[in-house]
């Protein structure tokens, strides 16, 4: 049972241009979504996050939204940069719960 | 300020064999979480210790044990490995207060783990 979904498996983007990586949920009770952005040989990086009660969350060059109606959340880069090229794992998480639910990533490949 | 540090970072076992894995979280966080990334999939969580206990557990079977240490480092072991359980697995720490927001795990490197 896949609680988190990212359905596209990679995306190649033009340095410059927006970036749009997309996630669906199918469990109403999660309160938290997170991005994390994995190099080889790393461990996954904390991006950004939103909480279920807002719909937009800015930092710098990366935005999250979320549709809660939906279950679709979305990350937003821009303007994409070569040094974004990595996988990004959506997460989303129930207070209480004290367990991250991942996707299974989204390769981003920004061409210069 | 280290970030959590994982031991071995690569290791190759035979099926059958008992395997632990190594975690060193954060200074200043006191929980550890376990996670394991098979190719081409997002990590699952396998389990989570707090003033060491095993706090919480996800789908996997008892060979997966752990075990945390006053200093709040924490191992985890495999007994009669399988194919399957190759991976890379990750460890993951936060501090710990009442109402925790899921804002702030951090991740180890991972340890790849082959078995043959």
């Known amino acids: 049972d896949q609680q988190v979904k990212q359905n596209s498996p990679s995306l190649s983007v033009q340095e410059g241009r927006i970036s749009i990586l997309n996630c669906d949920y199918t469990?109403?009770?999660?309160?938290?979504f997170l991005w994390y952005k994995k190099y080889p040989a790393e461990g996954p990086t904390f991006l950004i996050s939103i909480s279920s009660i807002k719909d937009k969350n800015e930092d710098g060059r990366f935005t999250v939204f979320l549709n809660k109606s939906a279950k679709h959340l979305s990350l937003h880069i821009v303007p994409s940069q070569p040094g974004d090229s990595a996988v990004y794992f959506c997460?989303?998480?129930?207070?209480?719960?004290?367990?991250?639910?991942f996707g299974t990533g989204t390769r981003l490949k920004v061409l210069a | 300020d280290a970030g959590v540090t994982q031991s071995p970072t690569h290791l190759i076992k035979t099926r059958g064999q008992q395997v632990t894995l190594r975690c060193s979280p954060k200074s200043g966080h006191d929980t550890v979480s376990w996670y394991q990334q098979a190719l081409g999939q997002g990590p699952q969580f396998i389990f989570q210790?707090?003033?060491?206990?095993?706090?919480q557990r996800g789908n996997f079977p008892d060979r997966f044990s752990g075990h945390q240490f006053p200093n709040y480092s924490s191992e985890l072991n495999v007994n009669a490995l399988l194919l399957g359980d190759s991976a890379l697995y990750l460890c993951?720490?936060?501090?710990?207060?009442?109402?925790?927001?899921?804002?702030?795990?951090?991740f180890g490197s991972g340890t790849r783990l082959t078995v043959v």
């Open positions: 997460a989303a998480f129930t207070s209480g719960t004290y367990k991250y639910i």
């Open positions: 993951a720490s936060y501090y710990f207060v009442q109402g925790w927001s899921g804002y702030g795990y951090t």
């Open positions: 469990n109403s009770m999660f309160d938290y």
């Open positions: 210790y707090y003033e060491e206990e095993e706090r």
